[in-house]
């Protein structure tokens, strides 16, 4: 197989697909492939083939020959929120409520030290769709979707090995509502989307500690991003705009920067036997720091994750379990003391997370497999469940508190094709 060939039709496909994603860790997807989705996410410091780049550059150092490995994501979440407690708060069913998400990985060994890839996937987004609300609730619906392009380099020996990957990202955003019901704005009523474009790394590696231990570590850059004015004329349309006056309240705008944050992931792997791994994921995303997000009062992130793979002859078996603090948090809406600007304001980033980006699911649980067709072809499976999660807000200048729900389900399939 034609080695150009491969990496040409993947960056084909990349221009071609347009992603929309939910979150399991915020908004980004809990893991790439069926066989890290089927180990709780995790893969930090544990081999899955040549979509191990995307848990961490440096263990394409572990891998043999060639291979290319694809697939898609069916993705059914489920939310339900309550709309504007004004127009009396009857609660709604999102319609976004299916996504197919691409994924395409290529690895091949150079030399006895050197292996390099190329990857892209849709690794983040959000969204809610109430366009179809009844009136007493409100006409709303966004869109987040991130594509990711990354390329990786890999240095190994038998004791260690580090890579570098460069990211470039591609995404889209659109927020469109129609408050008028309220007495405020019907803001981008033709849906329109914004795109940006970025670029970050990832700097991972590597070390057996042991015949039966590897421990591993990885750091991915933040990536900035900005879409036009979607958030900016989002805000503005809740009178989110100075100096007051008219429909302005006097509350600072909202920015448009949304930048993709940073990533601290530390990892370990115990083979117990020859046909049992245990796995272990660490990983910290800075929501906190990063532009747009710590706006809305989101927090940094921790995740746990685990993992275990049972191999035979031809077929392996996984399960795990993946837990993340919801990071989105909550500011007082209520009068006492504080400026009315500000107590609208906060009032507003609280309806705004809980209905427009709800992602506040925490415990998932996770099995999956694969069985070799051939010695050269593999067909792999994985399925993720998410329990429901509830969140109400105070948002007492729009009449009371929202609250939301949310549940999701996905279904990984994948090829894989060593040569």
Same mark, same amino acid.
């Given at each position: 197989?034609n080695?150009?060939k491969i &990496?040409?039709?993947?960056?084909v496909? =990349?221009?071609?697909v347009?992603?929309?994603?939910?979150?399991t860790?915020?908004?980004e997807?809990m893991?790439?492939?069926?066989?890290?989705?089927?180990?709780?996410?995790?893969?930090v410091?544990?081999?899955?083939?040549?979509?191990s780049?995307?848990?961490?550059?440096?263990m394409l150092?572990? /891998?043999?020959?060639?291979?290319?490995?694809?697939?898609v994501n069916?993705?059914k979440?489920?939310v339900?929120n309550t709309g504007?407690?004004?127009?009396?708060g &009857?609660?709604?069913?999102?319609t976004?409520n299916?996504s197919?998400?691409p994924?395409?990985?290529?690895s091949?060994r150079?030399?006895?030290?050197?292996t390099?890839?190329?990857?892209?996937a849709g690794?983040?987004g959000?969204?809610?769709?109430y366009?179809?609300?009844p009136?007493?609730?409100i006409?709303a619906?966004s869109e987040?979707?991130?594509?990711?392009?990354?390329a990786d380099?890999?240095?190994?020996?038998?004791?260690?090995?580090v890579?570098?990957a460069p990211?470039?990202?591609s995404?889209?955003l659109?927020?469109?509502?129609d408050a008028s019901?309220?007495?405020?704005?019907? &803001?981008?009523?033709?849906?329109?989307k914004?795109?940006?474009?970025g670029?970050?790394?990832?700097? =991972? =590696?590597?070390?057996?500690a042991?015949?039966?231990?590897?421990?591993?570590?990885?750091?991915q850059?933040k990536?900035?991003?900005?879409?036009?004015?979607?958030?900016s004329?989002?805000?503005?349309?809740f009178?989110l705009?100075?100096?007051?006056?008219g429909?302005?309240?006097?509350a600072?705008?909202?920015?448009?920067n949304?930048?993709?944050?940073?990533?601290?992931?530390?990892g370990?792997a115990?083979?117990?036997?020859? /046909?049992?791994t245990?796995?272990a994921?660490?990983?910290?995303?800075?929501w906190?720091?990063a532009?747009g997000?710590?706006d809305?009062?989101?927090?940094?992130?921790?995740?746990?994750?685990v993992?275990?793979?049972y191999?035979?002859n031809?077929?392996?078996?996984?399960?795990?379990?993946?837990?993340?603090?919801d990071?989105i948090?909550?500011l007082?809406a209520?009068?006492?003391?504080?400026?009315?600007?500000d107590?609208y304001?906060?009032?507003a980033v609280?309806?705004?997370?809980n209905m427009?980006?709800?992602?506040?699911v925490?415990?998932s649980?996770?099995?999956?497999?694969?069985?070799d067709? /051939?010695?050269?072809l593999a067909v792999?499976?994985?399925?993720?469940?998410?329990?429901?999660?509830k969140k109400?807000v105070? &948002?007492?200048n729009f009449?009371?508190t929202?609250?939301?729900?949310h549940?999701?389900?996905?279904?990984?399939?994948?090829?894989?094709?060593?040569?």
């Open positions: 197989m080695k150009q &990496v040409a039709s993947m960056l496909v =990349g221009g071609l347009s992603p929309l994603a939910y979150a860790n915020g908004d997807m893991a790439v492939g069926s066989q890290s989705t089927a180990l709780g996410g995790t893969g410091a544990h081999f899955i083939g040549a979509e780049l995307w848990a961490n550059p440096a150092g572990k /891998s043999k020959g060639s291979e290319v490995t694809g697939g069916l993705f979440p489920k339900t504007v407690p004004a127009l009396s &009857v609660s709604a069913d999102s976004a299916t197919y998400i994924d395409l990985s290529y091949s150079i030399d006895d030290s050197l390099y890839g190329v990857a892209l690794i983040a959000m969204g809610v769709d366009t179809d609300a009136a007493t609730h006409s619906k987040l979707s991130i594509l990711r392009v990354v380099i890999a240095y190994n020996t038998d004791k260690f090995g890579g570098f990211i470039f990202q995404g889209s659109m927020l469109s509502y019901g309220m007495g405020m704005g019907n &803001v981008n009523a033709a849906k329109k914004e795109s940006s474009t670029f970050g790394f990832a700097l =991972g =590696g590597y070390f057996n042991a015949p039966a231990v590897t421990v591993a570590a990885v750091y850059s990536i900035a991003a900005k879409y036009g004015t979607q958030i004329d989002a805000g503005n349309g009178g705009c100075q100096p007051a006056g429909g302005c309240t006097g600072a705008p909202f920015g448009d949304l930048d993709q944050p940073a990533q601290m992931k530390l370990v115990y083979a117990v036997a020859d /046909s049992l245990l796995t994921d660490y990983k910290l995303i800075q906190g720091s532009a997000y710590k809305f009062a989101w927090k940094d992130q921790t995740i746990i994750a993992g275990a793979k191999s035979a031809g077929y392996w078996l996984g399960l795990g379990y993946n837990h993340a603090n990071p948090g909550t007082t209520s009068p006492a003391g504080a400026p009315g600007s107590v304001r906060n009032a609280n309806f705004f997370n427009f980006f709800p992602a506040i925490t415990n649980y996770t099995f999956g497999g694969g069985y067709i /051939s010695n050269a792999e499976g994985a399925v993720v469940i998410t329990p429901e999660v109400t105070d &948002v007492a009449g009371g929202n609250t939301t729900t549940s999701q389900q996905a279904y990984e399939v994948s090829l894989r094709y060593k040569f």
